[in-house]
């Protein structure tokens, strides 16, 4: 299976701030990434399809990059409602699709 | 717009099944890729399985071979969720997702606790 690893694991960041979050997968899987948001006991949001391609009704201030194994998620300018929970998933060996340990946002 | 609804929580003994449905409603049910993810307290996601009801291919990851099942039922436009033998460590928030790879719609989830 491939892995994901995410870092950091947390950061602490406040409101305006521009917050990058690195996700990086054990072998080469193309664009082939998504990026999702996780708010507490709410189901996980897709933002980012295909490494970059942003779903449609999500803020510009999200974007992703990246291609082969190390992909980015940045948010430009961080609003009071992108404090959540982050995660990567590899789309391109199947099955599984395999998620990275999360990345949590939180207020500093 | 795509809706899925879940059945409701859940407490299991050990040793015993639990089966969660998930109702689509606004799109295409039987086109749609659909996979369950799990999701233990205060832990990740978890990839369990998934299907395509209109071509009858259902994946599992290696971890939960033989104690899952997924199964679609298109008159009802309605996926199902079925693990076995639980234990403890299934304890978990179990989510049925639209889409594949990329997940775009996910049910509300459903608990499911399992207790002696």
């Known amino acids: 299976d491939i892995q994901m690893t995410q870092s950091p694991s947390s950061v602490s960041a406040s409101v305006g701030d521009r917050v990058t979050i690195t996700c990086r997968a054990s072998?080469?899987?193309?664009?082939?990434l998504a990026w999702y948001q996780q708010k507490p006991g709410k189901a996980p949001k897709l933002l980012i399809f295909a490494a970059s391609s942003l779903q449609s009704g999500v803020p510009s201030r999200f974007s992703g990059s990246g291609s082969g194994t190390d992909f980015t998620l940045t948010i430009s300018r961080l609003q009071p409602e992108d404090f959540a929970t982050y995660y990567c998933q590899q789309a391109n060996s199947f099955p599984p699709w395999t998620f990275g340990q999360g990345t949590k946002v939180e207020i500093k | 717009q795509v809706q899925l609804v879940q059945s409701g929580a859940e407490v299991k003994k050990p040793g015993s099944s639990v089966k969660v449905s998930c109702k689509a409603s606004?799109?295409?049910?039987?086109?749609?890729?659909i996979s369950w993810v799990r999701q233990a307290p205060g832990q990740g996601l978890e990839w369990m399985g998934g299907?395509?009801?209109?071509?009858?291919?259902?994946n599992y990851a290696q971890k939960f071979q033989g104690r899952v099942t997924i199964t679609a039922d298109e008159s009802r436009s309605t996926a199902y969720m079925e693990l076995s033998s639980l234990r403890s460590e299934d304890t978990a928030v179990y989510y049925c997702?639209?889409?594949?790879?990329?997940?775009?719609?996910w049910g509300q989830g459903t608990l499911v606790t399992v207790s002696p």
């Open positions: 997702a639209r889409g594949s790879p990329a997940m775009d719609f």
């Open positions: 606004g799109g295409t049910f039987s086109s749609s890729a």
């Open positions: 072998q080469d899987i193309s664009r082939w």
């Open positions: 299907s395509i009801p209109i071509l009858g291919t259902v």
